[in-house]
């Protein structure tokens, strides 16, 4: 039987280590064709050059997120180059943990700007290309910090992360009808360079003690390899992946 994730084409943000490198990897290996997007070029192009020498199918593409043309045209170039685009991973991100009396606006407005805006940039720039096609995939990465607030000093992460997540549903039931598919992932403590977002040193202390129990980065590379993998009628929805060792 053909593995469902063959051929597709996929973009993933984010996709110069953790979570995202961890997505491409697994994906490129069941034979899916990655667009593997980042701000990092070097690091990025280690990935696809690793990828390639596995016998995978990758193309990379510097990008920030906080810009919108920069995210319409990492989409404009995967389907210019594979002509179809089945699945957007909106996975970058930025954990910045401080109480918010140290006042770090200009660590706020990064969250803000990487985690929300980020997402919908990529959201703007997909849809259209899956509305034409009659298909498609969102996966939008949150965490369990959106769930529950993670305290102290998570408030507004945990805000942008609850944004994704009420962005995703909204998405979901805005495209149940067109045959587009959402997921949301929400990652528990993952060994990602995720925890050295902030500048705070005692929170970066505190974040550092909760993941010494953090699992593989292939945790959620498999988790979006089981959403992917459905059938076109069966949506998952939300998945949560936590250690087994995780509290909160």
């Known amino acids: 039987m053909a ?16 979570l995202g490198e961890a997505a491409a990897h ?19 192009e280690g990935v696809v050059g690793s990828i ?18 920069e995210v319409g045209a990492l ?9 179809r685009l089945d699945t957007m991973i909106n996975n970058a991100g930025l954990m910045a943990i401080a109480p918010m009396e140290e006042g770090l606006t200009g660590e ?44 102290p000093g998570g408030a507004v992460y945990s805000g942008t992360k609850f944004a994704v997540r009420a962005i995703s549903e909204g998405l979901r039931q805005e495209l149940a009808s067109r045959n587009i598919r959402v997921t949301t992932i929400e990652p528990g403590a993952i060994d990602t360079e995720l925890k050295y ?26 988790a979006i390899a089981f959403a992917m993998e459905q059938p076109p009628d069966v949506d998952v929805n939300e998945i949560v992946v936590r250690p087994t060792a995780q509290v909160f």
């Open 3 to 18: 593995d469902p994730i063959a051929g597709k084409v996929v973009v993933i943000t984010g996709g110069s280590s953790g």
């Open 108 to 151: 706020w407005d990064r969250m803000i700007d990487i985690n929300i805006k980020g997402v919908l940039y990529g959201i703007a720039a997909a849809l259209p290309q899956f509305l034409k096609q009659g298909s498609g995939h969102f996966i939008n990465m949150s965490s369990v910090a959106g769930i529950k607030v993670f305290s």
């Open 52 to 69: 390639k020498s596995a016998g995978g199918e990758a193309r990379p593409f510097v990008v920030d997120v906080t810009s919108k043309d």
């Open 75 to 83: 989409i404009a170039e995967a389907i210019s180059a594979y002509g």
């Open 197 to 222: 977002g902030t500048s705070d040193k005692a929170a970066r202390a505190a974040v550092e003690e909760v993941y010494k129990t953090s699992i593989g980065s292939d945790s959620i590379a498999r």
């Open 26 to 44: 697994c994906l490129a290996a069941r034979g899916a064709k990655v667009v593997v997007a980042a701000r990092r070029k070097d690091k990025l």
